[in-house]
């Protein structure tokens, strides 16, 4: 099958390939600039741009850590990653990647649009209060991340109602992705909740509002799979752990040799402040977790409003800001290594332009 491009709002996307928004240094300006760059859409991740550039953009930093909110979701540093990113694919669509459940939402969103965003993808809750984020910008294009019909016909009845708007995509995601997953943990392992499974529905469901693309999500790996998913009805694909594997990936060294020295048995769900369970490879930490040996909760970050100023990390035990901070960093003791079920099977890595040779045309080795 030859992958066409395809359209979301006023932007053509020439590959149907989005590349996931992994937060905290996985996906920012080189890896969503390169991505966008060989014509699929890069996808630059919001959460914890503060720790960026060795916390440059931080104003306040306590122990290393970015102080609040303001300094963890820095909008200087969110500003200069695009600008690097632009450096990268000029003027080819990029998108940003913005958590519903972070602190600041809205002001983040009008950040992202400020710095240059196009597009702004948006999970982690279902969220029925995006376009108001983005009224100052009726140019840029909202994609909302759902996991059931439902949820779309939800939000399409709100949007439309509050602000006269619809979705310009929608994302569907399956409970096979990198961290945060839209079910329950018992709910993961359920195979009506699995991506073929609930792809088709909100694809019929998007059709009763107009044209919206649907961009299938959560375990997508190969050449094959994104057949397999078009042959299904979806527009494209959001792939992220993939992109792990690839040389302009902005995550550390120890990340990726963690993710390609982990084997299928240690890729594990695990409770999370969120909320909801997060998928990552089991490290260090989650053995120190279950001895009392972690590092305290402190909440210096206060980065997602779910968790309570760290209520919630205490419970779990452990500040997944820091983790994650600790991921990027390379901290291999300490860190929160998120990955998606298949990350077991990346066991290289190429270049951003290779693997996309790879996506469009298939594996020959």
Same mark, same amino acid.
């Given at each position: 099958?030859?992958? &066409?491009?395809?359209?979301?709002?006023?932007?053509?996307?020439?590959?149907?390939?989005?590349?996931?928004?992994?937060?905290?240094?996985?996906?920012?300006?080189?890896?969503? #600039?390169?991505?966008?760059?060989?014509?699929?859409?890069?996808?630059?991740?919001?959460?914890?741009?503060?720790?960026?550039?060795?916390?440059?953009?931080?104003?306040?930093? *306590?122990?290393?850590?970015?102080?609040?909110? !303001?300094?963890?979701?820095?909008?200087?540093?969110?500003?200069? =990653?695009?600008?690097?990113?632009?450096?990268?694919? #000029?003027?080819?669509?990029?998108?940003?990647?913005?958590?519903?459940?972070?602190?600041?939402?809205?002001?983040?969103?009008?950040?992202?649009?400020?710095?240059?965003?196009?597009?702004?993808?948006?999970?982690?809750?279902?969220?029925?209060?995006?376009?108001?984020?983005?009224?100052?910008?009726?140019?840029?294009?909202?994609?909302?991340?759902?996991?059931?019909?439902?949820?779309?016909?939800?939000?399409?009845?709100?949007?439309?109602?509050?602000?006269?708007?619809?979705?310009?995509? *929608?994302?569907?995601?399956?409970?096979?992705?990198?961290?945060?997953?839209?079910?329950?943990?018992?709910?993961?392992?359920?195979?009506?909740?699995?991506?073929?499974?609930?792809?088709?529905?909100? =694809?019929?469901?998007?059709?009763?509002?107009?044209?919206?693309? *649907?961009?299938?999500?959560?375990?997508?790996?190969?050449?094959?799979?994104?057949?397999?998913?078009?042959?299904?009805?979806?527009?494209? *694909?959001?792939?992220?752990?993939?992109?792990?594997?690839?040389?302009?990936?902005?995550?550390?060294?120890?990340? &990726?040799?963690?993710?390609?020295?982990?084997?299928?048995?240690? =890729?594990?769900?695990?409770?999370?402040?969120?909320?909801?369970?997060?998928?990552?490879?089991?490290?260090?930490?989650?053995?120190?977790?279950?001895?009392?040996?972690?590092?305290?909760?402190?909440? !210096?970050?206060?980065?997602?409003?779910?968790?309570?100023?760290?209520?919630?990390?205490?419970?779990?035990?452990?500040?997944?800001?820091?983790?994650?901070?600790?991921?990027?960093?390379? =901290?291999?003791?300490?860190?929160?290594?998120?990955?998606?079920?298949?990350?077991?099977?990346?066991?290289?890595?190429?270049?951003?332009?290779?693997?996309?040779?790879?996506?469009?045309?298939?594996?020959?080795?």
């Amino acid at each position: 099958m030859e992958l &066409k491009s395809f359209k979301i709002g006023k932007h053509t996307i020439e590959k149907p390939i989005i590349q996931g928004g992994m937060g905290v240094g996985i996906s920012w300006d080189q890896l969503a #600039g390169n991505v966008s760059l060989e014509g699929g859409l890069g996808v630059i991740s919001a959460v914890g741009t503060g720790v960026y550039k060795n916390r440059k953009f931080a104003h306040k930093v *306590v122990k290393n850590r970015p102080h609040s909110e !303001i300094n963890f979701y820095s909008k200087d540093a969110l500003i200069n =990653i695009f600008e690097n990113a632009r450096k990268i694919c #000029g003027d080819r669509p990029l998108a940003c990647n913005v958590l519903y459940a972070q602190s600041g939402y809205n002001q983040t969103v009008q950040d992202a649009c400020e710095a240059g965003a196009d597009m702004i993808i948006t999970g982690a809750g279902l969220p029925l209060t995006m376009p108001e984020a983005v009224k100052d910008y009726p140019e840029v294009a909202l994609i909302p991340i759902v996991s059931t019909a439902k949820a779309l016909r939800i939000l399409c009845r709100r949007w439309k109602k509050t602000h006269n708007r619809l979705p310009d995509a *929608v994302i569907v995601e399956g409970p096979l992705s990198g961290g945060h997953q839209g079910f329950k943990y018992d709910e993961c392992f359920l195979p009506e909740n699995q991506l073929e499974e609930i792809l088709p529905p909100v =694809i019929e469901e998007a059709k009763n509002w107009g044209s919206m693309p *649907v961009i299938a999500a959560g375990g997508v790996w190969s050449h094959d799979d994104i057949v397999k998913m078009i042959e299904l009805g979806a527009d494209a *694909v959001q792939m992220g752990t993939r992109f792990i594997g690839t040389i302009e990936c902005d995550a550390s060294q120890v990340m &990726k040799e963690m993710i390609i020295s982990a084997g299928e048995e240690d =890729i594990k769900l695990f409770k999370s402040p969120v909320g909801y369970p997060a998928r990552g490879v089991k490290s260090e930490l989650h053995a120190n977790i279950e001895a009392g040996t972690a590092p305290k909760v402190a909440c !210096i970050s206060n980065c997602v409003a779910p968790c309570n100023r760290g209520e919630e990390a205490k419970i779990v035990g452990y500040c997944i800001a820091d983790r994650l901070s600790d991921a990027y960093d390379g =901290i291999k003791e300490s860190g929160l290594f998120f990955t998606g079920a298949n990350g077991y099977k990346l066991n290289e890595i190429i270049t951003v332009k290779e693997l996309m040779e790879k996506l469009v045309n298939g594996e020959t080795n």
